[in-house]
């Protein structure tokens, strides 16, 4: 029972005790994660780049960074209201410039227009999705041809949370994931071991092919 209270909460943290706790956990934990992913897709000043599942900000403020032109903007989208509302809060200004715009909305129901965005990235997000391949269109449809999408994680601490029946289903398999990339349109698809200080990670790359 506890098991499939953590894992609801971190798919879909609510404003509640356990949610703030969550928030706490995921800011502290994916810090690493969200900046390396950030790193790791190459975003350039003047693209349109894309947060899936941005929880409390930290990537869209890692990315909002890089995006020095004028041309240059932010999404991010997260299903959790509670992680939505706490983003748009740490991002105020940027969103109020036009710069940033969060959406509380599906990942697999975008209210983005087709091929409009030329970088994606996300961490600890995809085991989440309840239908990986209606996840990964949605995402392949929004993306520009040629576009890069990443996803970063830590594979041992996935597993370890599968085991005990935190991460529902099988989703939480990268092999899985990376089979409905695939599906989707997406190619080059590939996971690599990366390290940061004393930490390994994992970094999983896509093309939106067109």
């Given at each position: ?65 890089l ?59 995809y ?15 929004v993306?520009?041809?040629g576009?890069l ?37 997406f ?14 990670f ?9």
């Amino acid at each position: 029972m506890w098991a499939e209270k953590v894992g609801k909460q971190l798919g879909h943290p609510t404003r509640s005790v356990a949610g703030w706790l969550i928030s706490r956990l995921l800011t502290a934990r994916n810090q690493v994660l969200e900046e390396n992913a950030v790193q790791l897709c190459g975003i350039q000043p003047g693209d349109t780049v894309l947060e899936l599942g941005h929880g409390p900000g930290l990537g869209l403020q890692s990315a909002a960074k890089l995006l020095t032109k004028p041309t240059g903007r932010l999404i991010g989208v997260d299903y959790s209201e509670y992680m939505h509302q706490m983003a748009k809060e740490r991002m105020k200004e940027l969103v109020a410039s036009g710069k940033v715009t969060v959406h509380h909305c599906d990942v697999a129901a975008m209210p983005l227009a087709d091929s409009t965005v030329d970088k994606v990235f996300h961490c600890n997000c995809y085991y989440f999705w309840p239908d990986l391949r209606k996840g990964t269109s949605e995402i392949h449809r929004v993306m520009k041809p040629g576009g890069l999408m990443v996803t970063t994680l830590r594979l041992h601490h996935v597993a370890t949370l599968a085991a005990k029946r935190v991460m529902p289903g099988e989703n939480w398999r990268p092999e899985a994931y990376m089979a409905a990339l695939r599906d989707s349109g997406f190619t080059g698809v590939r996971i690599e071991d990366k390290q940061h200080k004393h930490i390994t990670f994992q970094a999983i790359y896509a093309t939106a092919s067109k």
